[in-house]
């Protein structure tokens, strides 16, 4: 069967649900959508923004108000839910919600199977943003390998790194820009390549450029002109991946700096 995932930073729930979200995903109904950068707090969400299309929320905010902050939203009832990976440091920013759908059912395709919504740090804004950015990397890796060890999962998530030249309009003017330095795009290689992730987009489309892009800066006429980047991805593991059935980029509207990521896959849930 069937089984849809969304992936979306709203750069602030409630600002994307103003923007249109709302109605675009009960017309999409995906079975999950992870959202990154919500700005919120569950005061904020409680009873307003915590179903979306028919989808349960679940969240992981930031301490920090008005900061970062991911949620799930799932149409099945996970066995358990995640919250943070682990970092004193990283969890206090509300980074990573993990749902498990866990089960001994034979018509399920995985028994141990989560998905994830991630949200990496930017290191744009001043070189102690990207020192923090490089320590996130650094500790999230061995933990996905831990994961990987255990269980199929996929990972939805503004990842904030553009892996190749491919991945972004204006490449050699970003050589030495945060999300396209060569120690970020080295981490990303050495997750695809050694680590065995898929990134599901590219497995799909691997020579899309201009079609691929996830994120338009503000400023100017970025998106008019289509200046953007792919930092938005799904990376799972082989098996879950191996089921990816059509990967594409949703630009028709727009609900945040960032556009939507949806990837069919072809697994039953049951």
């Not at 969240?59 to 009832?77: D, I, M, N, P």
């Not at 995985?110 to 949200?119: A, V």
């Not at 727009?254 to 039953?268: C, G, K, N, T």
Request: overall charge positive; proline content about 3%.
């Amino acid at each position: 069967m069937a089984f849809k995932l969304v992936s979306l930073n709203v750069n602030g729930i409630r600002s994307a649900a103003r923007k249109g979200m709302l109605d675009w995903a009960q017309s999409e109904s995906p079975d999950c959508m992870g959202l990154q950068e919500l700005k919120a707090r569950a005061d904020d969400v409680a009873g307003t923004l915590d179903r979306v299309a028919g989808l349960q929320g679940h969240f992981h905010f930031a301490q920090k108000k008005g900061y970062s902050g991911v949620g799930l939203f799932t149409r099945h009832e996970p066995s358990d839910v995640i919250r943070g990976f682990g970092s004193e440091e990283f969890d206090a920013e509300g980074r990573w919600v993990e749902v498990r759908f866990d089960t001994t059912s034979r018509k399920r395709s995985f028994k141990k199977l989560s998905i994830i919504s991630c949200y990496f740090p930017s290191g744009s804004s001043s070189e102690e943003r990207q020192l923090a950015k490089f320590r996130f990397l650094a500790q999230l890796y061995p933990h996905l390998q831990k994961l990987k060890a255990e269980r199929e999962f996929i990972l939805l998530g503004d990842v904030n790194i553009a892996h190749h030249e491919i991945d972004l309009k204006n490449w050699k003017g970003n050589l030495k820009n945060s999300g396209f330095l060569p120690e970020e795009r080295a981490w990303m290689s050495a997750l695809l390549g050694q680590g065995g992730w898929v990134d599901v987009y590219r497995s799909l489309h691997p020579d899309t450029t201009d079609d691929c892009y996830t994120w338009w800066s503000n400023r100017g006429q970025a998106r008019a002109n289509n200046v953007g980047w792919r930092i938005d991805y799904q990376i799972a593991t082989p098996g879950i991946a191996a089921k990816a059935r059509a990967a594409r980029v949703f630009k028709d509207h727009r609900f945040s700096d960032h556009a939507p990521l949806i990837v069919d896959y072809d697994v039953s849930t049951a």
